[in-house]
């Protein structure tokens, strides 16, 4: 007898429909598992065996293969504990085998039969529609989050005994408890954070509502207390909300994460990732074993990842940066195979002058050699800053403490004017903000009066060509914050000092 059932498996975000095959033979009881299981996965046999006698079932006392099939992708985690069930009764005809043979089944089983909340459901069920799915069963804890899927069935269930008896079962008995619940996010958003509580500071707020106009990322330097940190936590609140394809994305990634509140639906607003540089590479880049999972710079898809102290940050990690600067995604090779991860989000770098920080203004309480300042700005590469559109000086703030300065919602307001113009521009090309637009379009595009200070500063070596493309590209952000339909030579000038260190 053959029993089936399917389920999905994920590598990175992409989902895998898989079928579960059951065969009951005879011989000596067993239960054998194939088709390249991982050791959480391995256990399911005990899991399945336990959760089933709890649900009044015997189970057959006979020789079981399961087969996860195609053999040849490898599988991990508890989220097909729901579809070996299945398959299992399927085969020793204790349930309907055509009707289980349908669905897609999303759970973990604990040994008393409860069906438990699993990681990955988003992306697994959205897997699922594209594969031509229409019913999916998922624990009674993810069934908010798979029906953010549009045009599937959703049956959420909170025991296996209660999926058996819908299958036809006779036999199976509920337990008496109450279903699992997800664990609780805890909320660390406190009170909302407005550019009004940034005293002074004006050139660097302007280098703030430049990058949020056109998502470019931004480097600022300066001494401890100059608001630093304070600026780049208030980025996300200019930002306009995602879209529904970037709101999904950044919503599956964190749903795999496991830091995601299903309650809350959608991730609408742009996430804020501020990793510690104490974080291990694991937790920043993504890691694991068998197949990596996400890290802080997935988590950002579509919002903005702070790194306070920049060069602190180990090496590895700093030069890991560059593929997902360019590309807008992360790729993680492991043993068992390669993970893709959206990661196109907004860089925000903070670094001190030097290893002290006083080396600002004129320098004089700093007590840094000069050898130690290059050394210590050194560890941000070239190649890494080179991808930085925006890098400005942060100095201390020495007057105006008691002055209010313009809100996040007025700032928004501009922020999203500049954003639509430059939408409307570019959507003909696939492109949402100037930071994506491509080198071969500005230069075809600009001026060559306009474009002229750029070529001086690359004959000169001061920029390099991508550098070249990257002023360029905030020169059209900063004329669509003017409301002009091209940007003009002295739109380019700005932009050079910008990303040199400087605002005009």
């Keep these: 007898m053959i029993g089936r059932a399917r389920s999905v498996v994920l590598t990175g975000l992409t989902g895998h429909v898989i079928e579960v095959e059951a065969h009951l033979?005879?011989?000596?009881?067993?239960?054998?598992?194939?088709?390249?299981?991982?050791?959480?996965?391995?256990?399911?046999?005990?899991?399945?065996?336990?959760?089933?006698?709890?649900?009044?079932?015997?189970?057959?006392?006979?020789?079981?293969?399961?087969?996860?099939?195609?053999a040849s992708l490898p599988k991990s985690g508890s989220v097909t504990d729901l579809a070996?069930?299945?398959?299992?009764?399927?085969?020793?005809?204790?349930?309907?085998?055509?009707?289980?043979?349908?669905?897609?089944?999303?759970?973990?089983?604990?040994?008393?039969?409860?069906?438990?909340?699993?990681?990955?459901?988003?992306?697994?069920v959205a897997a699922a529609r594209a594969a031509g799915v229409s019913e999916v069963v998922v624990a009674r804890a993810d069934a908010e989050e798979a029906?953010?899927?549009?045009?599937?069935?959703?049956?959420?269930?909170?025991?296996?005994?209660?999926?058996?008896?819908?299958?036809?079962?006779?036999?199976?008995?509920?337990?008496?408890?109450?279903?699992?619940?997800?664990?609780?996010?805890?909320?660390?958003?406190?009170a909302p954070m407005d550019l009004a509580d940034v005293r002074g500071q004006d050139d660097a707020r302007w280098a703030l509502e430049v990058a949020a106009a056109g998502g470019h990322h931004l480097l600022m330097t300066g001494p401890p207390g100059a608001g630093k940190t304070m600026l780049?936590?208030?980025?996300?609140?200019?930002?306009?909300?995602?879209?529904?394809?970037?709101?999904?994305?950044?919503?599956?990634?964190?749903?795999?994460?496991?830091?995601?509140?299903?309650?809350?639906?959608l991730l609408r607003r742009p996430p804020f990732e501020a990793p510690h540089h104490s974080a291990s590479a694991a937790a920043i880049v993504g890691g694991g074993s068998m197949l990596a999972r996400p890290g802080?710079?997935?988590?950002?898809?579509g919002g903005v990842l702070f790194l306070d102290e920049a060069p602190e940050f180990p090496a590895r990690v700093l030069q890991t940066l560059r593929q997902p600067l360019e590309?807008?995604?992360?790729?993680?090779?492991?043993?068992?195979?390669a993970t893709r991860y959206p990661a196109r989000f907004q860089l925000v770098l903070a670094a001190n002058p030097c290893p002290c920080g006083l080396f600002a203004g004129s320098g004089e309480r700093c007590e840094c050699s000069p050898l130690a300042r290059r050394r210590y700005f050194a560890r941000l590469s070239g190649p890494l800053l080179d991808r930085v559109d925006?890098?400005?000086?942060?100095?201390?703030?020495?007057?105006?403490?008691?002055?209010?300065?313009?809100?996040?919602?007025?700032?928004?307001?501009?922020?999203?004017?500049?954003?639509?113009?430059?939408?409307?521009?570019?959507?003909?090309?696939?492109?949402?903000?100037?930071?994506?637009v491509g080198g071969a379009w500005l230069r075809r595009h600009?001026?060559?009066?306009?474009?002229?200070?750029?070529?001086?500063?690359?004959?000169?070596?001061?920029?390099?060509a991508r550098g070249a493309d990257r002023a360029l590209r905030v020169a059209w952000t900063l004329a669509d914050l003017e409301g002009v339909a091209q940007p003009e030579r002295e739109h380019v000038e700005q932009a050079l000092m910008l990303r040199h260190g400087g605002v005009s």
């Design 25 to 70: 033979a005879s011989g000596l009881p067993a239960f054998t598992l194939v088709g390249l299981p991982d050791a959480s996965l391995g256990e399911a046999r005990d899991r399945v065996r336990a959760a089933v006698a709890s649900s009044g079932l015997t189970w057959p006392a006979r020789r079981l293969t399961v087969n996860l099939s195609p």
């Design 84 to 124: 070996i069930a299945v398959a299992a009764l399927a085969a020793a005809q204790l349930i309907s085998p055509g009707q289980a043979a349908r669905a897609v089944h999303l759970g973990e089983l604990g040994l008393d039969g409860r069906v438990r909340p699993v990681r990955g459901v988003l992306p697994a």
């Design 147 to 190: 029906a953010l899927v549009d045009g599937v069935q959703v049956r959420a269930v909170s025991t296996l005994a209660e999926l058996l008896a819908w299958y036809g079962s006779d036999e199976a008995r509920p337990i008496a408890t109450d279903p699992v619940a997800r664990p609780v996010i805890e909320a660390h958003e406190g």
């Design 232 to 265: 780049a936590a208030r980025l996300p609140g200019i930002l306009p909300d995602l879209s529904r394809a970037d709101a999904i994305a950044a919503t599956s990634v964190h749903s795999l994460a496991g830091t995601l509140d299903a309650g809350a639906g």
């Design 296 to 301: 802080a710079i997935s988590r950002a898809h």
């Design 327 to 337: 590309t807008g995604e992360i790729v993680l090779h492991r043993a068992h195979g």
């Design 390 to 436: 925006l890098q400005v000086h942060v100095l201390p703030v020495r007057r105006g403490l008691d002055d209010e300065g313009e809100s996040s919602a007025a700032v928004a307001v501009r922020v999203a004017a500049a954003r639509a113009r430059a939408a409307a521009r570019l959507e003909p090309h696939g492109w949402t903000t100037n930071a994506q």
């Design 446 to 464: 600009t001026s060559q009066a306009a474009c002229r200070p750029v070529w001086r500063a690359l004959d000169e070596g001061r920029v390099t």
